[in-house]
């Protein structure tokens, strides 16, 4: 099977994974949970739906459409990265400012590199819009997986389960960020229409695992309630909520 064969397959799997997640979603009433993340799905669903429509008439016209939305999905998985972090550390405040004082400095960051690379591109204006719009997206799969892998980190150390909502939603995200920036940077090594070819199917294969870790934390997880991992695991997260709360141990 030729690359070309994969990549399509893997194209129409993940629409149908995608309208799962969301009837998954819809059906638990997890909107009122989880309102940014209901809204990505949701968006990436209609964005589905429209970026096929356009394919079959337009070829520019879809892709103006693929990048101006690209921007959009930049700055919603953005609030769903903050939505995650909030629900995580409910239980620990000082920890959540901790950590959400970290995520706005790193969009800080983010924002500003972006600029900087627009402004600093010789190309035309569109051509500078979408060499900021690729930084944009090369960098936030780093900004993302990062912060989430610390997130992941975080919790277990602490002795909080990786099976609530937020963990599972961490987690898919953590992964389809790792392999797009590992698919990107690799990409830039080779070239031909191979090396393009390996690149599509694993930006694709990346997005399509995370939709299946989304699906199944769904269907199992646990309440936001933290369970620890272990019963010998309370007594842990007893000591790191009072020390995180400024009680003497």
Known sequence: MSLHAIHQAIWYLSPVLQTLLLWVLTSRKLYRECPFFYLYTLSHVVRSLVAYALRQHSVSTYVHFYWITEAYFAVLCLAVVQEVYKASFASLPRLRSFYLSIFQIATVGLVITCLVSAYFDSGTDQERVIAALVVLQRSLDLLVGGLLFVLLAALRVIGLSWQTKSAGIAMGFTVNSAI?????????????????????????????????????????????AHIPLLVGEVETVGRWRRLLEGVRL
Request: cysteine-free; proline content about 2%.
């Open 180 to 224: 797009a920036f590992a698919a990107a940077s690799a990409h830039r090594l080779g070239t031909g229409s191979f090396a393009l070819g390996i690149y599509a199917v694993s930006l694709a294969t990346a997005y399509a695992l995370a939709l299946i870790i989304w699906n199944i934390s769904i269907l199992r997880s646990i309440p936001e």
